[in-house]
């Protein structure tokens, strides 16, 4: 279920973030490596992604009228499901956002 809530989040957290850092080159082809039959990425290129989205996490997103930390919002999805897999909403609406 974790999984699932994830997915809600991934495309607006990850995945733009990872876009946003190869646009900008700051991950390039030469941070990944080939070992042993892994794919491997460069410390540097991990730190920039890590710390990219672990800001996004803190930054703010609109939802609606309101205006709320990424962090928040992932928190209040998941006390959504809770209360919906409780009986005590008749409806969960996942989150959506567009690019």
């Given amino acids: 279920m974790v999984l699932d809530l994830m997915e809600e989040?991934?495309?607006q957290i990850?995945?733009?973030s990872v876009m946003a850092l190869v646009a900008?080159?700051?991950?390039?082809?030469?941070?990944f490596t080939m070992q042993e039959g892994l794919c491997k990425l460069s410390n540097s290129a991990r730190k920039a992604l890590?710390?990219?989205i672990l800001e996004k996490f803190e930054s703010y997103v609109r939802v609606g009228e309101i205006k709320m930390r990424w962090s928040d919002l992932i928190l209040?999805?998941?006390?959504?499901?809770a209360?919906?897999?409780r009986g005590e909403i008749a409806k969960y609406e996942g989150f959506y956002l567009r690019w």
Avoid: E
């Fill in 50 to 52: 890590i710390t990219d």
């Fill in 83 to 85: 209360k919906y897999l």
């Fill in 24 to 31: 900008k080159r700051v991950v390039t082809q030469s941070d």
């Fill in 76 to 81: 209040h999805q998941a006390r959504n499901i």
């Fill in 9 to 11: 989040f991934r495309q």
């Fill in 14 to 16: 990850v995945d733009k």
